[in-house]
């Protein structure tokens, strides 16, 4: 990639750019952002929509650049955050419809999109209290499991998510989209196998594996007496031996029919609400 678009060029502070061609180099970068290789080497990621923009500046997150269709233009909230964006140093583009296309892939783009900064949590700095939860995920290759995953582990009110091996890249548009702004609340970390055993033995942490061959039903395990990790395996091949034989327990959904498995999303929400069901209530209070 040739261009930062991090880097504001002559004609942007205190203004906005209109860019109405496809070739536009500016543009071509945005669009690079498809790649994970582009994402991975400007460590930047892609959201839609002006209320996850809003969300995720509110968060403190920094944003490098705002684009925003021309048919937005003079939108009280569009007009904050293209303000905010530039207060900070980053770029504003007024687009077409057409480019914002391009962008996002989709015929009927959102009118605004941001280019974020990625940011990764440090697993090692993560000292888990009584009453915390974090999903810890296996290789998990499926970008709309993982968003489900990060969204429903913020309505949980879970800590952390954890990615443990090569997984999805949590920052790829189809995941950002899935976690519908949850991308921005919840923190995610990285692990190899050897750092998730070495930091779970360190912390203590109670961690609770799900496993087809699971000898507990979830139902009867004691969520509330250490901090709890939710394990889950793979799509395909589920939890590898060297992560199971590590755990606390080896808990089971009860199942019936004809489905072998559970979605891995949906097997991971039911345990994060089992697991926090001492601690959640309808007004949201502790
Ligand atoms: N073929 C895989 C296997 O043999 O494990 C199926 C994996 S399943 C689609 C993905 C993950 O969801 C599993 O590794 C497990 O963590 C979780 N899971 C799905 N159904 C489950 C159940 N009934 N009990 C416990 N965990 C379950």
New binding site residues.
Partial sequence: MNHDISEPGPRRVGQVKEVTSLTNPIIKDIKALSQKKERDETRSFLAEGLKLVIDALELGWTIKTLVYAKAAKGKPHVEQVALKTIATGGLVLEVSEKVLSAITRRDNPQMVVGVFEQRYANLRDMTPTLGQTFVAL?RVRDPGNLGTIIRTADAAGASGVILIGETTDPFSLETVRATMGSVFAMPVMRASVAEFIKWQKATGVQVV??????AVD?RTIDYRRKPVVV?????????PDELAKEATAL?????QGRA?????A???GI?LFEARRHLLTLDGKA
């Fill in positions: 296996d594996a799900t496993h087809l061959a699971g979830y394990l889950m395996g793979n799509e395909q091949a589920g939890l808990a089971r959904i009860p199942q072998d498995s559970l979605n891995l949906i097997a991971t345990m």
